[in-house]
C-alpha cells in the first residue's frame, strides 16, 4: 500500500479518515464528523447501517458462549454469577468493538462504493489540488452511472 491510500482496516480500526489516514472520524461514541479536519473529505453521506452491531453480536457471542459454557463445566459456578459474569463480557465486548468496527465499515464503503455518497471530486486541503481530482480515489475507475443499481 502507497502513503496516499492508507490501509482500510488500519484506519477503521484507528477511527481515523478514510482517505488521509490522519483525521478524526468520530465526533461522539458513533457520531461520524461532517468533514475531515485534515483532508476535507465529506463523511456525512457515510452510512454503515446495521453492518458493525451485526458483525460484532456474532464476533462478540461466538467467543462468549464456549467461555462461559466453559466457566460452568470446570468451575461449577452458581447460575446468578454466571449471567453476571456473561453479561459483562457481551456487553464489555459489544461496546468496545462496536466503534472500530463502524470504522472499518466507513473505510471500505470509502475504498470500495465512491458511488455511495463519498464525493471523490472534492478538494484535499491537505495536499495541493491537482489536475485530475477523480485519480485520487481508489475506486473511480468504475464510474457510478455505468454500475448496475
Known sequence: MSASRPSPIATG???????????????????????CEVCGLELKAADSGDGPAVFVMFIVLALAVPFVFA??????????LLMLLASVLILGGSLGLL??????LVALQ???????????????????????????H???????DDRPA
Open 138 to 144: 481508489p475506486a473511480t475507475d468504475h464510474p457510478a
Open 13 to 35: 480500526l484507528a477511527c481515523r479518515c478514510p482517505r488521509c489516514g490522519r483525521g478524526r472520524l468520530f465526533a461522539g461514541y458513533l457520531t461520524l464528523v461532517e468533514k
Open 110 to 136: 470509502y475504498r470500495h462504493l465512491p458511488q455511495a455518497g463519498f464525493s471523490a471530486d472534492s478538494p484535499r486541503r491537505d495536499r495541493p489540488a491537482t489536475d485530475h481530482p477523480a485519480t485520487d
Open 99 to 104: 466503534r472500530p468496527a463502524k470504522g472499518i
Open 71 to 80: 466457566l460452568w463445566v470446570w468451575f461449577d459456578l452458581a447460575p446468578w
